[in-house]
């Protein structure tokens, strides 16, 4: 009905400033960040139960850097995977997409629908006889095995988002490179890496988080728990005391595992929307 | 000399056609040098890591899903169709896909409602409308497995922050059990995956309010169309691209749950969150078995594809009209 203010459409490029709406779109923003917030508290807070019983401080965090093989031992291996899986995707997709962008050869279209069908298997349906494959090669426990895993999981996107960044370089680049005298090799490494950057720092840090973050791979490709990845080692860490639960020591552990995702977010903004867009205008 | 003058291309067809190549620019290059040789080796890492390490894990899960296959002793022997036959007969297979079934429509309905909410109250520019969308966003960089971790605390009565605030204000008498039943072991992890997936939606919903001109508006607006009406007519039909979208993810998302269950509920209280994805799981490492794990893995695939069919079936429909 008729309403006080002006009717105005949605997407108009300013709006009012009222109070209802700042009380609702606030209020969410509270029930969005709180739990966030109360994570890094909980983990300096003083609670019974856990490694800080009295006043604020950094026994949570002291308790997980003992807790078994050590909370570095736990970052070494879930870094080892990341940058691990980040290579290797990057190398992948980077050599593929110029390939699927720039050249011809026979059986392309099929490679590339087969590259995209990944996408389409559900990834916990892979797993069980990835599980069995490594084990045939001796890669049971390896932190290299599980980071190949990831990396295929990665090259759909990886792929589709490397083609369309060499797609987007104008031609004449390349072409002025080859006339001269460079070879298809140097024109990438001089010329065309250079031009598809932004695209391979959206691959990178899109590999990079999945690794990180991943769960199901190394819960059931890693059985050695020195070799866990640090997700697989909060997550058991709270599992083995059973007696007492130390919550404490698990939010520390959340908070070491949240902190570079909000860093690399937060530097890395553009280019993680930038990603996600042209993954959402695929669909 | 009449034969000195015949001698060069004589020479040239008897050294074969590389010579001629490496001779004469205007000719074929060897075959290793023609852009087709060149594509084929950069497409090769790959066609490798397509080829090991997802058709053959491919063909690999089906020959396991007929065979007898222990976890501790490998292959024995061919039993198709017993692993089929063992999970349908089973009791484990039919509450799994009922609760990953049910799962699914509460997480899209409250999920993608939330999202669209979440789009709409930051899709103007205004003051403060960058925090905001930020807020909302930052639960999804988290991964979901840390998500858990922290809501398991969140919602413990010991340690969390609200399961005991109403019986300390007296509204109850004992601390809100987030995990204790089976329902409320459903709709707190619910909570969790909205809280951790709202904002992610919310910026597909974005972008795709983003594409809508301003013009369709500004002719709603000269019509006389209330804002409920624009809604209606004009922002929900032009977002629909979008909102299909958010909706496979979010189906295909939650049909194979897995972390936010296996951490939070660990499929209790009494095996009653237990989904499809964590059944193989239990399959293969807890009753050591790998060909039925191998079959159910087979199982969600083939529903997975004929749903994906239907989608995208489904999507191509909406494009056209």
Known sequence: ?283 | MPTRAADPPTRARAAGPKAAARTDPGRRPPWWRTRTAKGIGYATPTAAFVAVLFVLPLLLVGRMSASDWPLLTGYQSLNLPDNYTELADGDLLWPAVRFTLLYTAVTTVLLIGIALLLALLVQEARPGVGFLRTAYFLPSVLGLASASLLFWGFYSPSAGPIAALPQRLGLTDEPVSFLGTPTAALLSTVGLVVWKFAGFYMLILLVGLQSIGHDVYEAARIDGASRRQTFRHITLPLLRPSLALTLVLSVTGSLLAFDQFFVLTKGGPDNSTVTVVQLIYREAFQRLDLGTAAALSVLVLLALLILNAAQFRGLRRSDES
């Open chain 1, 1 to 283: 009905m008729a309403s006080p203010s002006a009717p105005r459409g949605p997407g108009r490029p300013t709006g009012p400033v009222r109070t209802p709406y700042y009380v609702l779109a606030g209020g969410l923003a509270v029930l969005f960040l709180f739990p966030l917030l109360w994570s890094a508290w909980a983990s300096v807070a003083p609670a019974p139960g856990t490694s800080q019983d009295s006043g604020y401080g950094l026994g949570n965090y002291r308790a997980l850097l003992e807790y078994d093989a050590g909370l570095w031992r736990y970052l070494a291996n879930s870094a080892v995977v990341s940058l691990l899986t980040v290579a290797v995707t990057l190398t992948v997709s980077l050599l593929g997409g110029y390939a699927f962008a720039r050249f011809d050869f026979p059986g392309k279209n099929l490679l590339f629908l087969l590259t995209l069908a990944i996408l389409m298997v559900p990834y916990a349906t892979l797993l069980i006889p990835l599980y069995v494959l490594l084990g045939m090669a001796g890669m049971q426990n390896s932190l290299i095995g599980l980071s190949l895993v990831l990396a295929v999981f990665q090259l759909p996107f990886a792929t589709f988002m490397m083609r369309i960044s060499f797609e987007a370089v104008p031609r004449e680049l390349e072409e002025s490179a080859l006339v001269d005298g460079c070879g298809t090799f140097r024109a990438l490494a001089r010329i065309m890496t250079p031009a598809v950057k932004p695209g391979l720092i959206t691959v990178g840090l899109f590999a990079f988080l999945a690794a990180w973050n991943d769960f199901i791979a190394p819960l059931i490709l890693i059985s050695d728990s020195s070799k866990a990845p640090l997700p697989l080692a909060v997550a058991t860490l709270r599992q083995q005391s059973m007696g007492a639960i130390d919550y404490g020591a698990t939010e520390a552990g959340v908070t070491v595992l949240a902190v570079p995702c909000l860093l690399l977010f937060l530097l890395l903004q553009r280019h993680y929307v930038r990603g996600f867009m042209s993954g959402a205008l695929k669909g």
